[in-house]
């Protein structure tokens, strides 16, 4: 895939995928913590696929709110892992209420 800059020049980008990304997250941030794959889904599940909390807490065995909790931190860490700026994975407002 390639963009061009406004000036005309044209910019081929890197072919990545899903799995270079998951292997990334694996190698720099998650390794074989079993712990942070769990939330990692949680995540994926809620922010790539849309699923609401409770679905996603239906499927994993926990209330919506140890959902949210686990989706706040999961997000934390990565945040600090990743040295993100503090909009990087923003929780949504109904999101951050259920949190605290």
Request: charged share 30%; with cysteine; aromatic share 8%.
């Amino acid at each position: 895939m390639s963009v061009t800059r406004h000036n005309g020049t044209k910019i081929v980008l890197p072919r990545t995928g899903a799995d270079e990304f998951w292997q990334l997250v694996h190698d720099h941030f998650a390794n074989d913590d079993e712990r942070k794959w769990r939330y990692l889904a949680m995540l994926a599940l809620r922010e790539n696929a849309g699923w609401p909390l409770d679905r996603i807490g239906n499927v994993l065995g926990h209330p919506k709110g140890h959902v949210t909790r686990c989706l706040a931190r999961i997000k934390q860490e990565m945040r600090i892992t990743f040295q993100a700026e503090p909009a990087f994975l923003d929780l949504p407002d109904d999101e951050v209420e259920l949190a605290a």
